[in-house]
C-alpha cells in the first residue's frame, strides 16, 4: 500500500473521533509550545542583554577587585580600591599601552540651552581611549583633564534640537550641583561601548575621568555609599578610588592581552601599588577580556534555556505516552476492522503503516499546532518584557522532527500489535 | 493431489484447539473440490464448517494434514505468502458481513485492492461496476450502516469479487437475510459460477445447498458423506479416520 493511501486512510480515522484525536495531541502541543516560548524567550532576552555583538574592543582587559570567589558577570561583587598613582603606575609597564579608570556619575538632569531632559545615570567616565575612533561618527575623542564629553546618538537626539559636536550641555550632578561640558564627538551607536556598561541601546555620556569623577570622588562624594566608605577606610581623604580598571594591551594578539593581564594584575597585587592596601586575602583582582565576560553571561542565558527545554522535554514525554496510550485503545477498539483488512489481503506492514501513520500524524499536529502557539507565546512575553523579539527558526524545524519522532516512538508499539493480530481472532473479537 | 483442475484440496486436514479438554474441530477431512465447481457444506452447529472455511481461505492452518489452494500448499507458504493468497486467489463472504464501519460501499469494495497497490481511479471504477453487477448501483456513497442487511451482503460480495479470485467462499451468506433478498444473492452465486468461479458455500438451508453441484455433510468435524447433485454419483465420503458412508439421498 503506497504511503499516501495510508496517509488518507489513517486521516479518515483521526477525523473520526475528533474529540479524542484533540484531546491526544494536546499534550504534544503543550510541551512543543513551551519550548518554542521560552526558547524565544531565551533568545529574544539574549539579544536583548548581549545583542548581536562582536566585541572590537579585544585589546582590552576590564579588571575590578572582588572576593576571589564571586559569581556573576562585569563588576560583580567590586570594590573601589584603585587609585590615579595605580592607574598611572599601569599605563607605565611595559605590556601596557594605556590604563584608565572607569566610573559611572549618577546624575539627575542634562540640558541643553533651554531643554532639559532628565537622565538617571547620564555620565560615564572613563579615559579617552575608550571611545575608539573608529566608533566616532563624528567629532573625535574627549581630553583627560578637560571638561569634555562624546554622546552617542541616542543622547544626542533625545532634545528637539539634535546635538553636535561643539555644542554645550549643562550636566545636573546628583548631588544638585551643575557642571558645563563641551561636546567633542558623537558616537555611531547607541549600544554599550564596554561589558561594564551593558550592550543595550540607551543614552550616553562619556566623559573624561578628570575632572568630573576626581572631583565628584574627592570633593562632594556622589552620594554612593561605597564611594563614602571607601575614603574613610582609605585614611587618606580626597583621593578618588576607582571600582573599575581598563587595561589596553599594544595589540589584540592574545600573548600580548595575557602579557598585559599579568603584569597589571602583578602590579596591583604588589606591594607597591595603592590597591594592594585592600586586596589582602580579602579581594583579588581579576580581568577578563569582553568576550569572556559575555560567555559568561552566555553560560548563565544557556544553563537557564536548558533547564527550560528539559521541563518542556518532560511535558514531552507525558504527550508522547497520551499518544501510545490512545493508539493502543484505538488498536484494541479496532480489532475487527483490522481483522477485515488482513482478511482481505492487508500485509503486516501495511496495517504497521497505517498506524504509524496515525501517530505520526497525531505527533505532527500536535508539533504545528505547538508551534503555533510557542511562537505566538513567545511573541506576547518578549513585547511584555519589552525585549527585541529574535525567533529561534531552527528550534521550529527542530520542533516538527520532534513531533514525527514522537508520533513515530508512541506509534510503534501498539501499531506493532495492530500488524501481528491474528486475523481469525480479530474477526472473532466482538 | 493438486492437479491442474483442482481448486481446493484436502487431505488428512486436522484442526485442534486445546483449551483444556482438546477439541478436534477437523478431525481427518480429505475433500478435493475441483475448479469450476459449486459445493455447498451442510452440517449441524460446531461441526466444523467455519474451521474448513478459514483453512481454505488461508486465514487460519491445519494443526496436521494439508491443505492446498490454487496449487499451493498454504502451510507451506509464510503469512506474507498466505495474505497475498488470501488477497488474490480467494474472495471471502462472511455471514456478519465484514464491512468498514467507517468506508463507504465503494470504498469497501476497493479495499482488497487497495492492499494490492491499485490505483485509486482504477479501483473506484471497478468498485462500481462491481456494485452495478449486484444491483448497488445508486448505493456507492452509503455507509454500511445506512445500508439494509441485504444489501451489506451484496456489498461484501462484490467486495469478495474484486480481486477476481478463482475461489469465492461464503459462510452463511443468507443466515439473517429474507427469502427475496437470499433469493437475489443466490441468483449473483449462480452467475459467478456460471462465469467459471468455484463456489464453495456453507448454509443450514436444504434449499440453499440443493443451487450447488454437490453437497458435504459435516458432522463432529468428520465428513460424514458426500452428496452428488444433478443426478451425480455418490461418492465415498474420505479415507482414514472418517466414518464417511456414502448414503446418496439426492432428490
Ligand atoms: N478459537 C477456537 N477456540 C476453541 N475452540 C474453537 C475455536 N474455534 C472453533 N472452536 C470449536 O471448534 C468447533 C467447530 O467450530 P466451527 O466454528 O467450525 O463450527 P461451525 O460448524 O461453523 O458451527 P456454526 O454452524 O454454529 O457456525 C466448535 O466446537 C467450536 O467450539
Ligand atoms: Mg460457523
Same mark, same amino acid.
Given at each position: 500500500?503506497?504511503?499516501? @493511501?495510508?496517509?488518507?486512510?489513517?486521516?479518515?480515522?483521526?477525523?473520526?473521533?475528533?474529540?479524542?484525536?484533540?484531546?491526544?495531541?494536546?499534550?504534544? =502541543?503543550?510541551?512543543?509550545?513551551?519550548?518554542?516560548?521560552?526558547?524565544?524567550?531565551?533568545? /529574544?532576552?539574549?539579544?536583548?542583554?548581549?545583542?548581536?555583538?562582536?566585541?572590537?574592543?579585544?585589546?582590552?582587559?576590564?579588571?575590578?577587585?572582588?572576593?576571589?570567589?564571586?559569581?556573576?558577570?562585569?563588576?560583580?561583587?567590586?570594590?573601589?580600591?584603585?587609585?590615579?598613582?595605580?592607574?598611572?603606575?599601569?599605563? $607605565?609597564?611595559?605590556?601596557?599601552?594605556?590604563?584608565?579608570?572607569?566610573?559611572?556619575?549618577?546624575?539627575?538632569?542634562?540640558?541643553?540651552?533651554?531643554?532639559? #531632559?532628565?537622565?538617571?545615570?547620564?555620565?560615564?567616565?572613563?579615559?579617552?581611549?575608550?571611545?575608539?575612533?573608529?566608533?566616532?561618527?563624528?567629532?573625535?575623542?574627549?581630553?583627560?583633564?578637560?571638561?569634555?564629553?562624546? %554622546?552617542?546618538?541616542?543622547?544626542?537626539?533625545?532634545?528637539?534640537?539634535?546635538?553636535?559636536?561643539?555644542?554645550?550641555?549643562?550636566?545636573?550632578?546628583?548631588?544638585?550641583?551643575?557642571?558645563?561640558?563641551?561636546?567633542?564627538?558623537?558616537?555611531?551607536?547607541?549600544?554599550?561601548?564596554?561589558?561594564?556598561?551593558?550592550?543595550?541601546?540607551?543614552?550616553?555620556?562619556?566623559?573624561?575621568?578628570?575632572?568630573?569623577?576626581?572631583?565628584?570622588?574627592?570633593?562632594?562624594?556622589?552620594?554612593?555609599?561605597?564611594?563614602?566608605?571607601?575614603?574613610?577606610?582609605?585614611?587618606?581623604?580626597?583621593?578618588?578610588?576607582? %571600582?573599575?580598571?581598563? #587595561?589596553?594591551?599594544?595589540? $589584540?594578539?592574545?600573548?600580548?592581552?595575557?602579557?598585559?593581564? &599579568?603584569?597589571?594584575?602583578?602590579?596591583? &597585587?604588589?606591594?607597591?601599588?595603592?590597591?594592594? @592596601?585592600?586586596?589582602?586575602?580579602?579581594?583579588?583582582?581579576?580581568?577578563?577580556?569582553?568576550?569572556?565576560?559575555?560567555?559568561?553571561?552566555? $553560560?548563565?542565558?544557556?544553563?537557564?534555556?536548558?533547564?527550560?527545554? !528539559?521541563?518542556?522535554?518532560?511535558?514531552?514525554?507525558?504527550?508522547?505516552? !497520551?499518544?501510545?496510550?490512545?493508539? %493502543?485503545?484505538?488498536?484494541?477498539?479496532?480489532?475487527?476492522?483490522?481483522?477485515?483488512?488482513?482478511?482481505?489481503?492487508?500485509?503486516?506492514?501495511?496495517?504497521?503503516?497505517?498506524?504509524?501513520?496515525?501517530?505520526?500524524?497525531?505527533? *505532527?499536529?500536535?508539533?504545528?499546532?505547538?508551534?503555533?502557539?510557542?511562537?505566538?507565546?513567545?511573541?506576547?512575553?518578549?513585547?511584555?518584557?519589552?525585549?527585541?523579539?529574535?525567533?529561534?527558526?531552527?528550534?521550529?524545524?527542530?520542533?516538527?522532527?520532534?513531533?514525527?519522532?514522537?508520533?513515530?516512538?508512541?506509534?510503534?508499539?501498539?501499531?506493532?500489535?495492530?500488524?501481528?493480530?491474528?486475523?481469525?481472532?480479530?474477526?472473532?473479537?466482538? | 493431489?493438486?492437479?491442474?483442475?483442482?481448486?481446493?484440496?484436502?487431505?488428512?486436514?486436522?484442526?485442534?484447539?486445546?483449551?483444556?479438554?482438546?477439541?478436534?474441530?477437523?478431525?481427518? *477431512?480429505?475433500?478435493?473440490?475441483?475448479?469450476?465447481?459449486?459445493?455447498?457444506?451442510?452440517?449441524? /452447529?460446531?461441526?466444523?464448517?467455519?474451521?474448513?472455511?478459514?483453512?481454505?481461505?488461508?486465514?487460519?492452518?491445519?494443526?496436521?494434514?494439508?491443505?492446498?489452494?490454487?496449487?499451493?500448499?498454504?502451510?507451506?507458504?509464510?503469512?506474507?505468502?498466505?495474505?497475498?493468497?488470501?488477497?488474490?486467489?480467494?474472495?471471502?463472504?462472511?455471514?456478519?458481513?465484514?464491512?468498514?464501519?467507517?468506508?463507504?460501499?465503494?470504498?469497501? =469494495?476497493?479495499?482488497?485492492?487497495?492492499?494490492?497497490?491499485?490505483?485509486?481511479?482504477?479501483?473506484?471504477?471497478?468498485?462500481?461496476?462491481?456494485?452495478?453487477?449486484?444491483?448497488?448501483?445508486?448505493?456507492?456513497?452509503?455507509?454500511?450502516?445506512?445500508?439494509?442487511?441485504?444489501?451489506?451482503?451484496?456489498?461484501?460480495?462484490?467486495?469478495?469479487?474484486?480481486?477476481?479470485?478463482?475461489?469465492?467462499?461464503?459462510?452463511?451468506?443468507?443466515?439473517? %437475510?429474507?427469502?427475496?433478498?437470499?433469493? @437475489?444473492?443466490?441468483?449473483?452465486?449462480? @452467475?459467478?459460477?456460471?462465469?467459471?468461479?468455484?463456489?464453495?458455500?456453507?448454509?443450514?438451508?436444504?434449499?440453499?445447498?440443493?443451487?450447488?453441484?454437490?453437497?458435504?455433510?459435516?458432522?463432529?468435524?468428520?465428513? &460424514?458423506?458426500?452428496?452428488?447433485?444433478?443426478?451425480?454419483?455418490?461418492?465415498?465420503?474420505?479415507?482414514?479416520?472418517?466414518?464417511?458412508?456414502?448414503?446418496?439421498?439426492?432428490?
Amino acid at each position: 500500500m503506497n504511503p499516501l @493511501e495510508s496517509l488518507r486512510l489513517a486521516w479518515r480515522s483521526i477525523r473520526g473521533h475528533k474529540l479524542r484525536s484533540a484531546l491526544t495531541t494536546l499534550g504534544i =502541543v503543550i510541551g512543543i509550545a513551551a519550548v518554542i516560548a521560552f526558547v524565544t524567550l531565551g533568545a /529574544s532576552l539574549q539579544a536583548g542583554i548581549i545583542g548581536d555583538i562582536s566585541p572590537d574592543d579585544q585589546r582590552n582587559v576590564y579588571g575590578w577587585a572582588a572576593e576571589p570567589d564571586t559569581e556573576g558577570g562585569p563588576l560583580a561583587g567590586a570594590q573601589p580600591v584603585f587609585t590615579g598613582d595605580d592607574l598611572e603606575a599601569v599605563e $607605565d609597564l611595559e605590556a601596557v599601552e594605556a590604563a584608565y579608570g572607569y566610573a559611572t556619575i549618577q546624575t539627575q538632569a542634562i540640558s541643553n540651552g533651554e531643554e532639559t #531632559v532628565a537622565q538617571g545615570n547620564g555620565l560615564i567616565a572613563s579615559g579617552p581611549s575608550y571611545i575608539r575612533e573608529e566608533r566616532l561618527a563624528e567629532g573625535r575623542q574627549f581630553r583627560q583633564g578637560e571638561s569634555e564629553a562624546v %554622546l552617542n546618538p541616542a543622547a544626542a537626539n533625545q532634545f528637539e534640537e539634535n546635538v553636535t559636536v561643539g555644542d554645550e550641555l549643562t550636566v545636573t550632578i546628583l548631588g544638585g550641583e551643575r557642571r558645563t561640558v563641551e561636546v567633542v564627538g558623537i558616537t555611531d551607536t547607541s549600544e554599550g561601548q564596554s561589558p561594564f556598561e551593558g550592550f543595550e541601546s540607551s543614552p550616553r555620556v562619556y566623559v573624561p575621568t578628570d575632572p568630573y569623577y576626581t572631583e565628584q570622588a574627592s570633593g562632594l562624594g556622589t552620594g554612593g555609599g561605597d564611594d563614602g566608605g571607601d575614603n574613610e577606610s582609605a585614611g587618606e581623604s580626597g583621593e578618588a578610588r576607582f %571600582l573599575a580598571i581598563i #587595561v589596553e594591551a599594544p595589540s $589584540d594578539d592574545a600573548a600580548d592581552i595575557d602579557a598585559a593581564r &599579568e603584569s597589571a594584575t602583578d602590579y596591583l &597585587e604588589s606591594d607597591q601599588s595603592d590597591a594592594s @592596601e585592600f586586596l589582602g586575602d580579602d579581594l583579588a583582582v581579576r580581568f577578563q577580556t569582553s568576550t569572556e565576560l559575555l560567555q559568561q553571561l552566555q $553560560d548563565v542565558l544557556d544553563l537557564l534555556r536548558n533547564f527550560i527545554v !528539559g521541563i518542556a522535554a518532560i511535558s514531552l514525554l507525558v504527550g508522547s505516552i !497520551g499518544i501510545a496510550n490512545i493508539m %493502543l485503545v484505538s488498536v484494541t477498539e479496532r480489532t475487527r476492522e483490522i481483522g477485515i483488512m488482513k482478511a482481505v489481503g492487508a500485509q503486516n506492514r501495511d496495517v504497521l503503516g497505517l498506524f504509524l501513520t496515525e501517530a505520526v500524524i497525531l505527533g *505532527v499536529i500536535g508539533a504545528i499546532l505547538g508551534t503555533a502557539l510557542g511562537l505566538v507565546g513567545g511573541y506576547v512575553g518578549a513585547e511584555y518584557v519589552d525585549l527585541p523579539l529574535v525567533y529561534p527558526l531552527e528550534y521550529v524545524a527542530l520542533a516538527v522532527v520532534v513531533g514525527i519522532l514522537v508520533g513515530v516512538l508512541a506509534g510503534l508499539y501498539p501499531a506493532w500489535r495492530a500488524a501481528r493480530t491474528d486475523p481469525i481472532d480479530a474477526l472473532r473479537y466482538e | 493431489m493438486a492437479t491442474a483442475e483442482t481448486a481446493v484440496s484436502l487431505s488428512d486436514v486436522r484442526k485442534t484447539y486445546r483449551i483444556g479438554e482438546p477439541v478436534h474441530a477437523l478431525d481427518g *477431512v480429505s475433500l478435493e473440490v475441483p475448479q469450476g465447481s459449486y459445493t455447498a457444506i451442510m452440517g449441524p /452447529s460446531g461441526s466444523g464448517k467455519s474451521t474448513l472455511m478459514n483453512l481454505v481461505g488461508c486465514l487460519d492452518t491445519p494443526t496436521e494434514g494439508e491443505v492446498v489452494v490454487g496449487g499451493r500448499a498454504v502451510d507451506a507458504l509464510d503469512d506474507r505468502e498466505r495474505t497475498r493468497l488470501r488477497g488474490t486467489e480467494v474472495g471471502f463472504v462472511f455471514q456478519t458481513f465484514n464491512l468498514m464501519p467507517r468506508l463507504n460501499a465503494v470504498e469497501n =469494495v476497493a479495499l482488497p485492492q487497495l492492499f494490492q497497490g491499485i490505483g485509486r481511479t482504477e479501483r473506484r471504477e471497478r468498485a462500481r461496476d462491481l456494485l452495478e453487477r449486484v444491483g448497488l448501483a445508486d448505493r456507492g456513497d452509503h455507509l454500511p450502516n445506512e445500508l439494509s442487511g441485504g444489501q451489506r451482503q451484496r456489498v461484501a460480495l462484490a467486495r469478495a469479487l474484486v480481486n477476481d479470485p478463482a475461489i469465492v467462499l461464503a459462510d452463511e451468506p443468507s443466515g439473517n %437475510l429474507d427469502t427475496d433478498t437470499e433469493a @437475489e444473492i443466490l441468483d449473483l452465486f449462480d @452467475e459467478f459460477h456460471d462465469a467459471g468461479t468455484t463456489m464453495i458455500v456453507v448454509t443450514h438451508e436444504r434449499h440453499v445447498a440443493e443451487r450447488a453441484d454437490r453437497i458435504v455433510h459435516l458432522l463432529d468435524g468428520r465428513i &460424514e458423506r458426500i452428496e452428488e447433485l444433478d443426478g451425480g454419483a455418490a461418492e465415498p465420503a474420505s479415507r482414514t479416520g472418517s466414518s464417511g458412508r456414502s448414503e446418496g439421498d439426492s432428490e
